[in-house]
């Protein structure tokens, strides 16, 4: 079993920066990828950015792409999410992810675990 803990959400003006983490815990780690994705109020849970443990390229949604870097430390068992310039469309819960399988971009459906998500809101 895999347990994924978000945190560092929070508010934050816009053109602002957060950073996300996650920490995985699991007995045997078998997590080939992980992932941010992130839901906001009425629409369906998107992609956000995904590497694998062991290194690689990583991979953005089009809203990621160039403003937000996802990286992980495998000493800590901790993937983050660096988010810069953030806009008010960028509310929203983002949820830590991962997969027991290596995938580029993953759909919500080709998620293993899911963290209990962590609110993000930015004002204009």
């Known amino acids: 079993q895999v347990q994924l803990v978000e945190s560092g959400g929070g508010l934050v003006q816009a053109g602002g920066s957060l950073r996300l983490s996650c920490v995985a815990s699991t007995r045997t780690f078998n997590i080939y990828t992980m992932a941010w994705f992130r839901q906001a109020p009425g629409k369906e849970r998107e992609f956000v950015a995904s590497?694998?443990?062991?290194?690689?390229?990583?991979y953005y949604g089009d809203s990621a792409e160039g403003r937000f870097t996802i990286s992980r430390d495998m000493s800590k068992k901790t993937v983050y999410l660096q988010m810069d310039s953030l806009k008010p469309e960028d509310t929203a819960v983002y949820y830590c992810?991962?997969?027991?399988?290596?995938?580029?971009?993953?759909?919500?459906?080709?998620?293993?675990?899911w963290g209990q998500g962590t609110q993000v809101t930015v004002s204009s």
């Open positions: 992810a991962a997969a027991d399988y290596r995938i580029e971009t993953p759909t919500a459906n080709e998620i293993n675990y």
């Open positions: 590497n694998s443990w062991s290194g690689g390229r990583s």
